[in-house]
């Protein structure tokens, strides 16, 4: 009847609302929209390992498939392929290590780092980065090898991107063996070049607390909780 034939044109009203204001809107001297072009390739086509001529390019395709997560191709392959023409290859060494250590594969991964550290090593022990020193320093923690992971996290912190997870772990191993005075100083240090560092505060305010400052471990933790309350490690420290 006529409620119904008043709903249909109320929802006609409605449904051509829209188109109504935009039309309303639009500016008479406006210029045409551009032409929408064709999107390039989604991927570009990766070659196999084995088509791949230098260990540079062996390199850079097992980095775009570990960057994009793609299950067609296993990054560790390239890298291999990338030393089987380049044995002494530093960027593949260290990418291959660092896989290792995702994989949870410690003793593989120390193999193929101290690899990189030689090769690293042709004219002087300071690296460009303290990269290879940090994972192998995680390598070697996993391994209890703490004493060696302890000189490779304090080798990789000369370098300012690695100074904070470096002295991070390092204070953590000397929290281990109770030197709560180092775990102090490289909790510091940790914070010191990376004031996000959530995980370095509170290995702070436990070494405070162990080392017999109560207040100061509380005012450290109560500040950071401030501004981070979700940090349970800080909350249960």
């Known amino acids: 009847g006529r409620k119904e034939e008043k709903m249909r044109k109320l929802i006609l009203c409605l449904l051509l609302l829209p188109a109504l204001l935009l039309s309303a809107c639009a500016q008479p001297d406006a210029p045409p929209p551009p032409e929408q072009q064709p999107l390039p390739p989604l991927f570009p086509e990766v070659p196999m390992p084995n088509e791949l001529k230098t260990a540079e390019k062996c390199y850079l395709a097992g980095l775009h498939f570990y960057q994009y997560r793609d299950p067609n191709a296993d990054p560790r392959e390239y890298m291999k392929a990338a030393l089987k023409i380049e044995p002494d290859y530093i960027p593949a060494l260290t990418f291959l290590g660092e896989l290792y250590i995702g994989d949870f594969l410690f ?14 090593n042709t004219y002087n022990i300071t690296h460009e980065t303290g990269k290879i020193h940090y994972l192998l320093g995680l390598a070697c923690e996993n391994l209890r090898e703490d004493k060696e ?9 000369w370098n300012e991107a690695y100074v904070s997870p470096a002295m991070t772990r390092a204070s953590m191993l000397d929290s281990k063996r109770g030197d709560y005075a180092s775990a102090l100083k490289c909790a510091k240090e940790a914070i010191a070049h990376n004031i996000y560092n959530y995980t370095a505060i509170p290995l702070a305010a436990i070494a405070e607390y162990k080392n017999g400052d109560r207040k100061a ?7 950071h909780q401030c501004f981070n309350p979700l940090n349970h490690f800080a909350k249960y420290a």
């Open 149 to 157: 992971a302890y000189d490779h996290y304090r080798r990789a912190a």
């Open 217 to 223: 471990a509380k005012k450290l933790l109560s500040e």
């Open 107 to 120: 003793a593989e991964a120390k193999e193929v780092l101290k690899k990189a550290e030689k090769a690293s």
